[in-house]
Structures are given as C-alpha cells and as structure tokens.
C-alpha cells in the first residue's frame, strides 16, 4: 500500500534541520505590507534592460524519467544554459525546496563570480551538499549582490515549508523578463524518478514583475498577518500561499473546479454547428503527485460529482495518494493510473481542463507550479498558476497523455488517508 504523505522527494542525504535565520532589524514593517502593485518598477539592472523589447512567447517542457539521460535531464538542462546565458550585472532569481544537483549548483556558483547577481531562497528542512556550497559562495547577506538563505519554516507564514520551484531572469541570452515555474526539484532524483514540468514565460515584463514582491517578502523570512495573494495578469494568474482557507478565501483548487462546466452543446461551441443539440464532454485531466487528508477528500468528492455531471475525468497518481482519495475516485467512474515502473512516479501538481471553462465553451486551459492537494500544503509557501494560453494548454494535455500512456490502469485500493 502507497503510503498517504505529502511527502516530496526521497534523496534526501543526512544533514541538520537549520534554525530559523536570524530576523533582520527594519524587516518586519517592510513584511507587514501587502503585495503592492509591481507596474512602476524599474528594471534590476542595467543588463536586465539592455535587450531590446520583444513579444513574449511561453511555452511548457517536461522530462521523461523512462528516456536516456538527456530526456530525464531535460529540465534541469534548460535551466542550466539559462544559468551559463546570463550576463554580469544581470539578476537570477530563485526559490527552490530540494536542490542537490552539482552541475546545476556549479553553474550557480559560476554566474555569481562572473557578476550576476544571484538571489537564492532555499527551504531549510534539511541541507543538500550543493546548496551548502552555493550558500557558502554566495553568503547570507540579503543586501549583498548576491546572496543564498534558507527559511526554517514557511519563510511568509509560521509553519509548513518554502516548497516553491521558481526560477527568473533579468536577462539570459537574448531574452529577458524570463520566469520558469512547475513541479521541478534542482535534484538527480527528480530527473531519473520523478514525471515534472516547466513552464516558462520569455519577453513578459508584466508577469514576470508579478512575482517581484512575493521574493522580496521570502528573503525576509517574516511571517506575515494576511501572506495569501492572488495576481493576475494577461494569460495567467498566479495564486501565492500559505492560506487559511475561509468563506472569504476559498480553496484555490476548488475556486477552480466550481468554474468548469462539465457539458455544452455543439451550438455552444458553434452557433452554425450542423447538430447543435449533440452534447459535448469537457475532458479534466489530473497530474498529482499528494493528493490526500481531509482536503484531499473534499477536492475528490468535487471531481467524483463532476464525473457525474458529465465530466470525462482521468488522473495519474503519484506516490502521495491517500487511500480514501483514491477510493473515492474509483467507485466514482473516474480513470485512474499510476507509472507502470515501480521506480517512478509523477511529482506534478497539474490540472487541464479541456472543454468548457470560464466564459469559454471550448478551450485548454493549465494549472501548474508547486502546490499539492492536502491540508498541509495550504501551510507552506507554493505557487498555483493558471494558464489560459490555449496553445500552452494543449502542450501540456500532450504532455500529460504521453505520460497517461506509460501508466497502468489501477482500481480503488485501500481505503485510508
């Protein structure tokens, strides 16, 4: 029997848990202040601004851990030339949970001696040798060029953890405005075990700005009064936890499932269409690495009622599926897989809804980042994000099938959890 923890990586090489870091004098009135408006800001540097402006693209990559070497590395590749591309005086931003890769860790360590001004919030449960040789070359200094700390608990709340997987750029290449978010940990065992995604958004100044505050507030490491916050910009909309969830503040993932419509008609999508009154299903695909607990519960009980409602559901589980989830889901109609390598297993946090959603009768719209489906995530620093680029959706509803097909079909289980 799987067991029903939200865990999120297994390498973990021994170390100590850190203590909190020391809070700064000044921080807590700077932390106290909400996620202000980011559209008046200048440009980090110099460097971050020499490009000249272009359209932004975005697009979405995933590893294959059943592939050769590449294809596992895939990820943590495209994030490595970013690293070599930036230039000096340039900004690299990130706020990772695991980061134990050496090559990675070294690419790091290079940008910050040819000048790039490394900004590194790393979670504190443990400690990998690579983030203790990036912290011990980088320094802990937050006003410093560059810097690298860790945050004990959620470095925006009082529990749970920094979880996030992100990573920006001032600069790279002949791109600027860069951002990657998904499900990626910077480790060898994400590469080799786990399914993830990446999302990066190019040449988006808007988006990319989006997130400038909320990394301003994790290095500070000050639990904050109210740290939830929802953005939004052109094609996305980025939701920032912990939450406590409340009548004022729903459930993310729920405020996301309530907008679905399960059925249209063909004259929904196509007022001319030559049978109007034939219906059409909207297709919910799930990609869940934990998935469990009381919440866990309540999110399976909406889709088993979606499923009902003519929704046409598939999800692929990863190794924190609790046993009531899964038997919910099961007796409920909705398809379910799990990797057919024992060895692997998927770590993504993503739902794609094709089909009716919003004001749309036929679209693909994406939810990725870090955020898994249980109680104890809602404590923790993540991101959701919401992608309404049809073409990104699509992207990742291929993704996601590839991924369906290396699966095996799996029934309810034990209950539990």
Same mark, same amino acid.
Request: no cysteine; proline share 1%.
């Given at each position: 029997m799987r067991l029903a923890h939200d865990h999120t990586h297994l390498d973990r090489p021994p170390g100590t848990r850190p203590a909190r870091l020391l809070r700064r004098l000044g921080l807590a009135l700077a932390a106290a202040l909400a996620l202000s408006s980011v559209q008046g800001l200048a440009p980090s540097s110099r460097a971050d601004a020499a490009a000249p402006e272009r359209q932004p693209t975005a697009n979405v990559h995933f590893n294959n851990p059943l592939g050769s070497s590449a294809e596992q590395r895939r990820l943590l590749t495209q994030l490595i030339r970013a690293v070599d591309r930036a230039p000096a005086r340039s900004t690299l931003r990130m706020a990772v949970f695991s980061f134990g890769d050496p090559e990675t860790a070294d690419a790091v360590i290079a940008a910050h001696r040819r000048g790039v001004r490394v900004k590194i919030v790393f979670a504190g449960n443990h400690t990998y040798p690579a983030m203790a040789r990036i912290m011990d070359a980088l320094g802990s200094d937050t006003s410093a060029r560059s810097f690298a700390v860790q945050c004990d608990a959620s470095c925006r709340g009082s529990r749970g953890q920094m979880h996030a997987k992100y990573f920006s750029f /001032?600069?790279?290449?002949?791109?600027?405005?860069?951002?990657? &978010? /998904? @499900? &990626?940990? &910077?480790?060898?065992?994400?590469?080799?075990?786990? %399914? @993830?995604? !990446?999302?990066?958004?190019?040449?988006?100044? +808007?988006?990319?700005?989006?997130?400038?505050?909320?990394?301003?507030?994790l290095k500070e490491d000050v639990p904050l009064d109210e740290p939830y916050v929802r953005r939004s910009v052109p094609g996305n909309q980025i939701d920032f936890t912990p939450l406590a969830v409340s009548t004022a503040r729903p459930d993310p993932v729920l405020r996301a499932l309530d907008n679905v419509r399960c059925e249209v008609t063909k004259a929904d999508i196509d007022p001319g269409a030559k049978h109007p009154d034939r219906v059409v299903a909207t297709r919910l695909l799930i990609g869940a690495y934990a998935w469990n607990g009381d919440r866990g519960k309540q999110i399976a009980w909406k889709v088993a009622h979606m499923q009902a409602a003519g929704c046409r559901t598939k999800v692929f589980f990863g190794d924190g599926i609790g046993g009531a989830v899964r038997s919910i889901l099961a007796h409920h109609g909705v398809a379910l897989r799990e990797s057919a390598d024992g060895k692997v297993t998927t770590h993504e946090k993503l739902m794609i809804v094709h089909g009716a959603v919003g004001d749309h009768a036929r679209t693909t719209w994406a939810w990725t980042g870090s955020h898994?489906?249980? @109680? +104890?995530? !809602?404590?923790?620093?993540?991101?959701?994000?919401?992608?309404?680029?049809?073409? &990104? /959706? !699509?992207?990742?509803?291929? /993704?996601?099938?590839?991924? %369906?097909?290396r699966g095996k079909v799996v029934g309810a289980g034990s209950a539990g959890g």
């Open positions: /001032g600069h790279t290449g002949e791109r600027r405005w860069v951002t990657m &978010v /998904g @499900s &990626v940990n &910077v480790t060898r065992h994400n590469a080799e075990q786990q %399914w @993830s995604d !990446l999302y990066t958004v190019a040449d988006d100044r +808007r988006y990319y700005r989006a997130y400038l505050p909320w990394f301003k507030q898994n489906w249980s @109680s +104890r995530a !809602l404590r923790r620093d993540d991101l959701i994000v919401r992608i309404t680029d049809e073409r &990104v /959706g !699509l992207r990742y509803r291929a /993704g996601f099938l590839r991924m %369906w097909d």
